[in-house]
T-cell receptor, first 111, second 116 residues
Framework: QKEVEQDPGPLSVPEGAIVSLNCTYS??????FMWYRQYSRKGPELLMY????GNKEDGRFTAQVDKSSKYISLFIRDSQPSDSATYLC???????????FGPGTRLSVLP | GAGVSQSPSNKVTEKGKDVELRCDPI?????LYWYRQSLGQGLEFLIY????????KSGLPSDRFSAERTGGSVSTLTIQRTQQEDSAVYLC??????????????FGEGSWLTVV
């Protein structure tokens, strides 16, 4: 079993749809959870950051962490064509040294 | 600088040649990472530097790959005798490591290497 699993997609949705992106993990030591967005031929950019369990909202984006299930999600409301990118989940232990990335989900939002 | 800076942004080299990729991390960040990303693939960890500690080289795929970090800041990733399978984007990232605090990593735009 891989340390972090993520549905690779590709995922295609119409503009305005609600998008749900998910990752599961196996290491209970992970405390910090991040989502990165990567446009084609660009480096990943930090989108959301959460610590431990709970929800965090930032505009159209909501990050959700369920440590009991070892499951994290990113929700995108009112999706836009500009949201078309690859989304990578990432997580680290309490000392922020062991960053592990999911393989990424490619999202296309169709106008 | 304001962000992680990498150079060159694009490099085309002939098989068998050596290449050097440079990374200038965010000022004050003590941790520096190199990752490799092949077309359509996830991030492959290569090497990690943290302060004055010995680097974690566990991800380097072969002895043709090496990296150094001078003065705790700028890092150079060297690939000797390049092979076609080395073609990928090489991403550098940096982080401010704080025990019990927010620890996130920030990426550069990558160095896109093509071996022909």
């Amino acid at each position: 079993q891989k340390e972090v699993e993520q549905d690779p997609g590709p995922l295609s949705v119409p503009e305005g749809a609600i998008v749900s992106l998910n990752c599961t993990y196996s290491n209970s030591a992970f405390q910090y959870f991040m989502w990165y967005r990567q446009y084609s031929r660009k480096g990943p950019e930090l989108l959301m950051y959460t610590y431990s369990s709970g929800n965090k909202e930032d505009g159209r984006f909501t990050a959700q962490v369920d440590k009991s299930s070892k499951y994290i999600s990113l929700f995108i409301r009112d999706s836009q064509p500009s949201d078309s990118a690859t989304y990578l989940c990432a997580m680290s232990n309490n000392y922020g040294q062991n960053f592990v990335f999911g393989p990424g989900t490619r999202l296309s939002v169709l106008p | 600088g304001a962000g992680v800076s990498q150079s060159p942004s694009n490099k085309v080299t002939e098989k068998g040649k050596d290449v050097e990729l440079r990374c200038d991390p965010i000022s004050g960040h003590t941790a520096l990472y190199w990752y490799r990303q092949s077309l359509g693939q996830g991030l492959e960890f290569l090497i990690y530097f943290q302060g004055n500690s010995a680097p974690d080289k566990s991800g380097l795929p072969s002895d043709r790959f090496s990296a150094e970090r001078t003065g705790g800041s700028v890092s150079t990733l060297t690939i000797q005798r390049t092979q076609q399978e080395d073609s990928a984007v090489y991403l550098c990232a940096s982080s401010l490591v704080r025990v019990g605090g927010r620890n996130t990593i920030y990426f550069g735009e990558g160095s896109w290497l093509t071996v022909v």
